[in-house]
């Protein structure tokens, strides 16, 4: 009974707040930002805890797999502009993914935070079913890294369009890239929102970066930790 319902308040939850974004485009009305402060103060208030409420709602998590593949539509809908720009987001997502390890790594260290919160950030810059699977890897802990995981999405959501605009960015690839490196799903979703070329192009930085954090997963990140246990 717990699973129905904590998996259709929060589907209910997250289409109230995402029908106050469309109606008001304030940023800080984002459906990613609203809907955790009010399911937070829902299970508050019922005295639940968070390892019942995941578990209860592990119908919808079990969603982001299928929901990550789905992405692949446009992307096959657009596919001879994608051929066209290969090189561009190849180079641009392996260079957003290092500057998103160097970074985390580089701020982690600055606040001192110690070396289990340090290796769960790394791989926050991705998509959640493979930043999970990365930080397993590396001998962090996933739960931890879910968690930066939706605060980055949650941040780049709300802030890239700002940087978009702010910054005059025109051109669909170039804000595709930017959102699906710095916001994951999160930064797809507001993507699409700006068009279908956006969308494919945030969707390509979503997957090549998983890609590339992976396999860096495997080679820099323990390496990093190596040198900085060593220091």
Partial sequence: ????????????IYRVTKKGYTKW???????????????????????????E??????????LLGPATVAFAIPIYKNIRLVKKYIGNILISITTGSLIAIFSSLGLSKLIHLNSDFVISILPRSITTPIAIEVS???????????VFVILTGVTGGVIGPMVIK????????????????????AGTNKAMEYGEKEGTFSTLAMIFAAMITLILGFSLIP????FIHLH
């Fill in 1 to 12: 009974m717990k699973i129905i319902f904590f998996t259709v308040i929060t589907y209910l």
């Fill in 25 to 51: 485009s304030f940023p800080l009305f984002h459906p990613l930002l609203i809907a955790p402060l009010a399911l937070i103060g829902l299970i508050s208030l019922m005295h639940v805890s968070a390892d």
């Fill in 53 to 62: 409420y995941l578990h209860s709602s592990k119908w919808l998590t079990n």
């Fill in 136 to 146: 397993k890897e590396i001998g962090g802990l996933p739960t931890l890294t879910t």
């Fill in 166 to 185: 702010g910054l005059s960015i025109k051109t669909p690839i170039a804000k595709g890239l930017a959102l699906g490196m710095a916001a994951h799903g």
């Fill in 223 to 226: 390496a990093l930790m190596s």
